[in-house]
């Protein structure tokens, strides 16, 4: 089971995932991947951020993976966003399919491109953590 983006922005461990796109976007000369680790978790460096991750933190990375991708690949959302009915499998699968996604559009764009990925990403997640 995974909970919805508006759950996970009402836990009081988990980051907010509008707030964490948004500061990804400073990070976008990292790349997709390792910006948006450093906004959510404060660090790329392994061994730094095992210590402290919390598992609604692994639950937001992945959430806002789900989030980007489904910008870059509508096929990332065709079945919407995270919620109860996910089950645990089915969430990596989701996670696995936008990390392709937004791996593969960033090879082919630059940097001030994925700074306006990550912008809209965070507008969206914006608009689903207010719904209820």
Do not use: K
Not at 27 to 46: E, I, M, N, S
Not at 87 to 107: I, K, N, P
Request: hydrophobic share 50%.
């Amino acid at each position: 089971m995974t909970v919805s983006v508006a759950e996970l922005a009402a836990l009081p461990t988990a980051p907010t995932i509008s707030r964490g796109l948004r500061e990804a976007a400073g990070y976008a000369d990292h790349g997709p991947l390792l910006a948006l680790r450093r906004a959510l978790f404060g660090t790329v460096t392994f061994e730094d951020y095992a210590a402290v991750i919390t598992p609604e933190h692994a639950i937001a990375e992945g959430v806002a993976l789900i989030v980007i991708g489904g910008l870059v690949d509508p096929d990332v959302t065709d079945q919407g966003f995270p919620d109860a009915s996910w089950g645990a499998s089915y969430f990596a699968e989701r996670v696995g399919r936008a990390h392709q996604a937004v791996t593969g559009w960033a090879a082919t764009h630059n940097e001030l491109q994925l700074t306006h990925l990550l912008q809209a990403a965070a507008d969206r997640a914006q608009t689903l953590e207010s719904a209820a």
